[in-house]
């Protein structure tokens, strides 16, 4: 065992230490007992005085165990979860769309954008789901700002939700706002003509210059396998690469090889099911797959009491570099950006600006700000 021991002058006792180690581990708690008091009647001065031993060890061994803990959940959901469809196609998709933004002298910043949420099927023939409910709006939104940044933008989204350059046309059915001309002619109403064109004419023009590549998923497997595969993909990139996870992402599931392989009939009177709990992926993420990465994550909740305090540990349980933390009442309207050094406010200044405009320009100055502290390069061939 690494005894990573720190000693730090006090001005009391910290007897309660030793006991919540005793608790913990009782022969680490004899041994340091000992060298305690060695320690003690090697120095001259009055008890009360005297320098006590602060178990950073304890810390340090419990964070190792956790990680220890995610790398073995993540290991085992990927080698039980059902093959990822296309994915040597998704793969190419990758490789070629990373040639492409590394290329020259200096690359571009590459972003991974995750948003919508994910489903867990209760059947592998799937009739029935749990649906982590996210419209996908703030990804698409935050897509649309960071390719205005000049980043290459990996989306990876919820079929169905939200789309960059579309958040401002009608939800009504396509066929509600088109129309023929006496000749046939397919027409877009004047009503909608303007926001029309801008959509086409922006979107056409982040994927010809090969800024935006989209992903979709549907369930909570396909979510992490194209995630692992986004994020070793980009990796090369070093520091000058961000992982932006707004999508919401399931908690509990049903493994695949315990799933019923065909639809649950009712007849068989009310259902009993156990869910495991998702492996805790972002701890993996930072230190495994894409370590040199600039990684954001985000945290909702509904009680502001606890907001902050929720984003803190989320920030140094996952090492994640920041933690956007938003309340469910008005995640639209305002966002606390929390670090380790500092908690930022973001609010949308008008209700005819998009919060994420704001939101993402503080984020890519922090992305410059690490990658000038870091001073890797990337190195992708």
């Not at 910290?14 to 007992?33: A, E, G, I």
């Not at 009993?272 to 909740?301: G, I």
């Not at 907001?307 to 956007?324: I, N, S, W």
Request: net charge neutral.
């Amino acid at each position: 065992m690494n005894y990573n021991i720190r000693r730090s002058c006090l001005l009391s006792t910290r007897t309660n230490l030793l006991f919540d180690l005793y608790t913990w581990n009782p022969l680490s708690f004899l041994f340091l007992v000992f060298v305690f008091f060695v320690d003690l009647l090697s120095d001259k001065r009055e008890i009360g005085d005297k320098v006590v031993i602060l178990l950073q060890f304890k810390m340090d061994s419990t964070e190792a165990s956790m990680n220890e803990m995610d790398r073995s959940g993540a290991k085992s959901f990927f080698q039980t979860a059902p093959p990822l469809k296309n994915g040597h196609l998704i793969s190419e998709k990758l490789k070629d769309f990373v040639r492409r933004n590394s290329e020259g002298v200096a690359p571009r910043g590459i972003v991974c954008v995750t948003s919508g949420g994910t489903t867990v099927p209760l059947e592998q023939r799937c009739v029935r789901y749990i649906d982590n409910f996210s419209s996908g709006h703030r990804g698409a939104a935050s897509t649309e700002y960071f390719v205005k940044a000049g980043y290459a933008v990996i989306f990876v989204h919820r079929r169905g939700s939200y789309q960059p350059y579309c958040r401002y046309l009608p939800e009504d059915s396509f066929l509600d706002f088109v129309q023929l001309d006496e000749e046939s002619n397919i027409q877009v109403p004047d009503a909608h003509a303007a926001t029309v064109r801008k959509a086409i004419r922006e979107y056409h023009k982040a994927v010809g210059e090969g800024l935006l590549l989209k992903l979709p998923f549907t369930t909570i497997f396909e979510y992490l396998q194209i995630l692992q595969l986004v994020a070793t993909s980009i990796n090369c990139f070093g520091c000058n690469s961000m992982f932006y996870l707004a999508a919401a992402v399931s908690d509990f599931y049903v493994p695949w090889e315990s799933m019923a392989k065909h639809k649950i009939q009712s007849a068989s009177g009310p259902l009993d099911m156990r869910l495991n709990q998702v492996p805790k992926t972002l701890s993996v993420l930072r230190k495994e797959w894409a370590p040199a990465a600039f990684c954001v994550s985000f945290k909702l909740e509904t009680d502001p009491d606890i907001l902050t305090q929720k984003a803190d540990a989320a920030l140094k349980k996952y090492g994640m570099h920041v933690v956007v933390a938003n309340l469910l009442a008005n995640y639209k309207e305002e966002v606390v950006v929390v670090t380790q050094n500092e908690k930022t406010t973001v609010r949308r200044n008008s209700t005819d600006e998009d919060l994420e405009k704001q939101l993402i320009g503080l984020l890519t100055e922090r992305h410059s700000d690490y990658i000038n502290q870091s001073g890797t390069q990337s190195n992708c061939q």
